[in-house]
């Protein structure tokens, strides 16, 4: 018998974080915007930031001409500390409203965070809202999340997670187990950028330069919002090779040509015990789970 997991939600603390719409950026010298694709040849492409108009949350994660790009909005705060505040507090189903500019009041919903080192907010909203949105528009997330515990799993650690996604995933407790939906389960083998660093914020990339591989695994028709499953990784604290551990993250970002790059996701819960028990459920999307208009 399966049963709802019981959380310390009425003691969780909702407060706000905010951060301005991104200008995207490229490092380096301005005469070398160039970035190389895995196989040695220079490439010039979109990345992340901005508004994307014709990206969404529900599209594929492959295929674009991209390289890493963010479905919807990006927002990121201009200091550096309350940039590690916004993206460390933000949790993927949190409400973000628009408080400046033409679109003033409208509302969206946090879809994923960026980067190996925390740039910036991934929020989804619906194309025509978008249409509004401009560099620099002030955007606050009505964040909660951070501190949240199952009663029944404690050894189950949960990041940059809403309760109304955890509740809207359906995760259900058998007494051992901790049962999550996901699309497909990712083998630690195919995780690339963002291992070793901090899990609380940024994002953890799959490898893509292989294709046979990823599509051996069943991960070539992924699509953006779909949950996964990380096979033998702990992401308790840092990323990192565990046999045994499992995470679950949903995919934030598109895939690009870069070695160590692929479509970005974002963790959502952790165990290195075996508690976590992924459940095969195609359509695991935010679309569907959060409601999302296109």
């Known amino acids: 018998m399966t049963r709802a997991l019981t959380l310390n939600e009425d003691k969780l603390v909702t407060v706000s974080v905010m951060g301005s719409v991104a200008q995207p950026t490229f490092p380096g010298l301005p005469a070398e915007p160039y970035r190389l694709a895995a196989d040695g ?35 990121a705060h ?3 500390t309350g940039n590690r505040g916004l993206n460390i507090f933000a949790c993927v189903g949190n409400e973000a409203v628009i408080m400046t500019g033409e679109a003033k009041g409208q509302r969206g919903v946090v879809t994923g965070k960026s980067g190996r080192f925390s740039e910036q907010v991934i929020v989804h909203f619906p194309k025509a809202v978008r249409e509004g949105i401009a560099v620099g528009d002030q955007i606050v997330v009505k964040s909660r999340g951070v501190g949240m515990v199952a009663h029944e799993h404690e050894s189950v650690k949960f990041k940059s997670l809403s309760p109304e996604l955890l509740r809207a995933l359906g995760v ?22 963002g291992a070793g660093l901090t899990s609380e914020g940024g994002s953890l990339h799959l490898q893509t330069t292989d294709r046979r591989a990823v599509a051996a695994a069943g991960l070539d028709t992924l699509r953006l919002g779909d949950l996964v499953a990380l096979t033998d990784y702990d992401s308790r604290y840092g990323h990192g090779y565990l046999r045994g551990a499992v995470g679950i993250a949903v995919v934030g970002q598109t895939d690009g040509p870069r070695a160590g790059y692929g479509p970005g996701v974002t963790l959502l819960i952790t165990d290195a015990l075996g508690t976590l028990e992924p459940v095969i459920a195609p359509g695991t999307n935010l679309v569907s789970l959060l409601g999302l208009e296109a």
């Not at 040849?41 to 014709?54: A, D, I, Q």
């Not at 699309?183 to 950028?193: D, I």
């Open 41 to 75: 040849t220079p490439f010039l492409l979109p990345t992340y930031g901005g508004v994307v108009y014709n990206v969404s949350v529900g599209d594929p994660a492959y295929g674009w001409r991209a390289d890493c790009v963010h479905p919807g909005v990006s927002i």
């Open 172 to 193: 259900r407790s058998n007494g051992a187990k901790l049962e999550v939906p996901v699309v497909a389960t990712v083998p630690a083998h195919l995780l690339g950028a």
């Open 78 to 80: 201009p200091t550096d």
